[in-house]
């Protein structure tokens, strides 16, 4: 069975940081594209980073230069390193999974609450 179980999210002040976490399990993680998507109340769901087999990442303009994802194939775990947070980043956050040769992500999890306010 494909898990993916994000944790890490939580409250923090405008300009602090979170790192978030997806570990997976049920699958050959290292052959997953991975991504983070985050939706917020009454808005679109919005794919702020992913990262290829290969390492390679891309950004939503929104997150880009703050946000830094990762992944440690060994562990099968995936990482959002969340920095200079803003109020507009408050939102759930979701990792999901494709296989690299699949174009749409065919696995997701519960999602991580991310709340940024003073």
């Known amino acids: 069975e494909v898990r993916l179980v994000e944790s890490g999210g939580g409250l923090v002040q405008p300009g602090g940081s979170l790192r978030l976490s997806c570990a997976a399990s049920?699958?050959?993680?290292?052959?997953?594209?991975m991504s983070w998507v985050r939706q917020a109340p009454g808005k679109q769901r919005e794919e702020i980073a992913s990262?290829?087999?290969?390492?390679?990442?891309t950004y939503a303009d929104s997150v880009k230069g703050r946000f830094t994802i990762s992944r440690d194939n060994a562990e099968a775990t995936l990482y959002l390193q969340m920095n200079s947070l803003k109020p507009e980043d408050t939102a759930m956050y979701y990792c999901?999974?494709?296989?690299?040769?699949?174009?749409?992500?065919?696995?997701w999890g519960q999602g991580t609450q991310v709340t940024v306010s003073s």
């Open positions: 990262i290829e087999t290969n390492n390679l990442t």
């Open positions: 049920g699958f050959t993680f290292s052959n997953y594209a």
């Open positions: 999901a999974a494709r296989p690299w040769y699949r174009s749409s992500y065919t696995n």
